[in-house]
């Protein structure tokens, strides 16, 4: 099923697409910086591109780690890079209670991985009506996310896309099966590749996740020839200062170059 999130098609026979933006909210001025830059790179590398960032973040490695400006900062932030970049905005949702507040002002709601298979939170979300992107959990097996799908739909809601990330391999390493994104397309809902989640080495800092931001656009190209719909790629204008996920965010100087030659990728795999 198409859909759209803002003026974005999302489905499995449309354009290359683009989720991005820093991992959580800093600042309306940081997420401003990278949202215009954003605006640019959509426009040179003709590509749509749908901005996130995270009001909280819920599932830190450590108590002391940044979460964010909270939910009512957190979405006036969002409502104002909406309407002076007219990028459409998608946040995480953890708690059920969240879902309705978030859906009032963002296009977009996402799942997080490590709670994809939270019965209450995925049909919250799925009754605003607004399209949803489900995480696949590091711990499912591709097949496996029918059953997050179906709750979706069950609640009313066909608007989903589906996200890989990465699967647990051991001790503070992730591993891709690029296969995973044809099976989770045979489901019938779009599939997006998170390039630099999936370079992850989680908790490999002890109190912080590790990471490899190199090794995002090789993971990103090999994605799109294995068939993804879409990306997910979170930038930083200063990625060591990034206040989460400092070790495998990607600098968005890289992004132009790296959308151009993965929109050639999707092109030729398409016909």
């Not at 590790?210 to 090999?222: F, H, N, Q, T, V």
């Not at 990625?239 to 100087?253: Q, T």
Request: aromatic share 6%.
């Amino acid at each position: 099923m198409d859909f759209t999130i803002g003026k974005v098609k999302i489905g499995l026979d449309t354009p290359l697409f683009l989720m991005a933006g820093p991992c959580v909210i800093e600042s309306e001025t940081c997420c401003l910086e990278i949202a215009n830059r954003l605006v640019d790179i959509s426009a040179k590398a003709d590509v749509g591109i749908i901005f996130k960032a995270s009001f909280d973040k819920a599932n830190r490695s450590s108590l002391h780690s940044y979460r964010g400006p909270g939910i009512e900062k957190g979405l006036d932030i969002l409502a104002a890079v909406r309407e002076k970049t007219n990028l459409p905005i998608m946040t995480d949702v953890h708690e059920p209670s969240q879902a309705a507040a978030a859906g009032k002002v963002v296009d977009c709601l996402q799942i997080p991985a490590f709670l994809c298979r939270q019965t209450d939170l995925l049909c919250a979300c799925a009754i605003t009506g607004k399209p949803i992107n489900i995480k696949k959990g590091q711990f499912l097996s591709p097949e496996e996310m029918k059953n997050a799908v179906e709750k979706i739909r069950t609640c009313g809601n066909e608007q989903i896309s589906l996200t890989e990330r990465g699967t647990f391999f051991g001790y503070n390493r992730l591993v891709n099966d690029m296969t995973a994104i044809e099976q989770m397309k045979n489901l019938g809902y779009p599939v997006i590749f998170d390039a630099t989640h999936s370079t992850q080495h989680p908790g490999g800092f002890g109190n912080a996740s590790a990471g490899r931001r190199e090794m995002a656009p090789i993971l990103a190209k090999a994605a799109i020839a294995a068939g993804a719909n879409g990306l997910f790629i979170e930038v930083h204008t200063e990625p060591e200062k990034s206040k989460s996920d400092a070790a495998c965010i990607m600098p968005i100087d890289w992004l132009e170059d790296l959308l151009k030659v993965c929109k050639k990728i999707f092109e030729v795999i398409r016909g």
